[in-house]
């Protein structure tokens, strides 16, 4: 197990060193000057000059690779060019509310998930289990953002429930109003990884419910109660697997949730960046939620021999 370790430690690196190649070069190939957000129409090409080697732009690109690069490992981003301020101040400001809405919203989508998908599982072509497939299918279908939307209709605006926007920061602000700010934003970002768990763990279970040592274990006497804790733990490693790609997905993938919700997580941070077009903040972020998602990777790997030792690896 050490060994596979280390083996997947060594092969995270090339992996984090081509995100790094692409989060760089996508950035730089796309449309628009980045220094208009801070020069004037009317600026000077000796003024130009000075703002380009301010922020190292006068350089050729594979140069500005290796001095971003080498700066990225001392966790030195640069600096914004539409608010002068540190990029990894920005990014660890914003990285902490995106985790704890990515956190709020898999612990949803988890608990869904493995319930639906259980009682799904165990009721094949019942109707709970086409309600169950039906609201799966669903989760999987509507756009995140727009189910955003329509929950901040719904319990924002008509019923006045919940927050619409923001995430409760100011000082005064306590535990559960801080919390109340995070559901709907949460519920938006769940809907579609618990659909996703939902069908998995469905067809997990439905699969090993046929296998020949279910009945041997009821043929042993077993309660239901026991044969449905060892039917979890065959179906716990794929739960996870899932998961834990999902929390992935969550962390990079909510720029547009973010935005609907004004949340200041990273999502909002790329959302701004984007319009802005502030190179710096573009390539930190991206290259940051990157390996966060091959970090993830990398737990998933590593924990899923330990709930099931039927998975050999070497």
Not at 291 to 312: A, E, G, M, S
């Amino acid at each position: 197990m050490l060994q596979y370790i280390v083996k997947r430690l060594i092969y995270a690196v090339p992996v984090a060193l081509a995100v790094s190649v692409i989060c760089f070069s996508l950035v730089q190939i796309a449309p628009g000057d980045p220094l208009a957000v801070v020069l004037p129409a009317d600026a000077s090409q000796e003024i130009i000059d000075q703002t380009k080697a301010r922020y190292g732009l006068d350089k050729p690109l594979v140069t500005q690779y290796f001095l971003w690069l080498g700066n990225a490992l001392t966790g030195d981003f640069g600096i914004s060019i539409a608010t002068g301020r540190s990029v990894s101040a920005e990014i660890a400001s914003a990285i902490g509310y995106s985790l704890g809405l990515a956190i709020f919203a898999t612990l949803i989508a988890l608990v869904v998930g493995l319930t639906f998908g259980l009682v799904a599982g165990y009721n094949i072509g019942k109707p709970i289990d086409k309600i169950a497939s039906a609201v799966a299918i669903s989760g999987v279908s509507v756009p995140s953002y727009w189910l955003g939307v329509v929950l901040v209709v719904i319990f924002s605006v008509h019923l006045g429930w919940l927050p619409a926007m923001g995430a409760g920061i100011n000082e005064d602000a306590g535990l559960s109003e801080r919390l109340s700010f995070m559901v709907l934003p949460s519920i938006a970002l769940a809907a579609m990884p618990a659909g996703i768990v939902t069908r998995s763990v469905r067809a997990l279970v439905a699969d090993v419910l046929t296998k020949e040592f279910v009945n041997a274990l009821r043929a042993k006497g077993l309660s239901e109660f026991q044969i449905f804790i060892h039917v979890t733990r065959n179906a716990a490693p794929t739960a996870l697997t899932v998961i834990g790609v999902q929390l992935g997905y969550l962390m990079a993938g909510s720029i547009l949730v973010e935005t609907v919700f004004s949340w200041p997580g990273t999502g909002l941070l790329l959302n701004n960046a984007i319009l802005t077009r502030d190179i710096p903040v573009l390539q930190g972020t991206t290259l940051v939620l990157a390996l966060v998602f091959v970090l993830l990777n990398l737990v998933v790997d590593i924990t899923q021999p330990l709930l099931d030792p039927r998975i050999k690896r070497t």
